[in-house]
């Protein structure tokens, strides 16, 4: 899993405009041009706990480029696309997509493989072969994130 030296994260609408057009044919896994509509695990997602993913400057740093609406959090990012809303503007194959993968959808991103293990660059020693979030958390975020709809 990619996970840079500063883990510039969560760059959940990265791509946004691309993400927006029309899903195409699927492919491998369960993957169409933008969205991946099969979720990674039997269990649905818990928003609550996808939010404290989301908020948590130490596991998926989302706020480090992202803002949103979390008022009791100071310092937000201002790299990314407000969070705000992005429930309503994508779906959530495209947000699970996003975060599982932003490279697919736009290679040249700073926004890290959440998701991935194969064919990353400056992975540290210790994250090599490893996913930054786990299937549960990616299912957690990808929840929480489509409740954003104002």
């Given at each position: 899993?990619?996970?840079?030296?500063?883990?510039?994260?969560?760059?959940?609408?990265?791509?946004?405009?691309?993400?927006?057009?029309?899903?195409?044919?699927?492919?491998?896994?369960?993957?169409?041009?933008?969205?991946?509509?099969?979720?990674?695990?039997?269990?649905?997602?818990?928003?609550?706990?996808?939010?404290?993913?989301?908020?948590?400057?130490?596991?998926?740093?989302?706020?480090?480029?992202?803002?949103?609406?979390?008022?009791?959090?100071?310092?937000?990012?201002?790299?990314?696309?407000?969070?705000?809303?992005?429930?309503?503007?994508?779906?959530?194959?495209?947000?699970?997509?996003?975060?599982?993968?932003?490279g697919r959808l736009?290679?040249?991103?700073?926004?890290?493989?959440?998701?991935?293990?194969?064919?990353?660059?400056?992975?540290?020693?210790?994250?090599?072969?490893?996913?930054?979030?786990?299937?549960?958390?990616?299912?957690?975020?990808?929840?929480?994130?489509?409740?954003?709809?104002?």
């Open positions: 899993m990619r996970l840079f030296a500063v883990a510039a994260v969560a760059c959940i609408a990265a791509g946004l405009a691309s993400a927006q057009g029309a899903q195409g044919a699927a492919g491998a896994g369960g993957v169409v041009a933008d969205a991946m509509p099969q979720p990674l695990t039997s269990a649905p997602g818990d928003p609550a706990r996808g939010r404290a993913i989301v908020v948590n400057r130490q596991a998926g740093l989302c706020l480090l480029c992202h803002s949103g609406p979390f008022e009791e959090e100071r310092f937000q990012g201002d790299l990314a696309p407000d969070l705000r809303g992005v429930g309503r503007r994508l779906s959530v194959g495209q947000l699970r997509f996003i975060i599982a993968d932003p736009k290679p040249d991103t700073i926004m890290p493989s959440y998701y991935r293990t194969e064919g990353l660059v400056r992975v540290a020693a210790a994250y090599q072969g490893k996913t930054v979030l786990s299937a549960e958390q990616v299912e957690d975020v990808v929840a929480f994130l489509a409740t954003l709809r104002d």
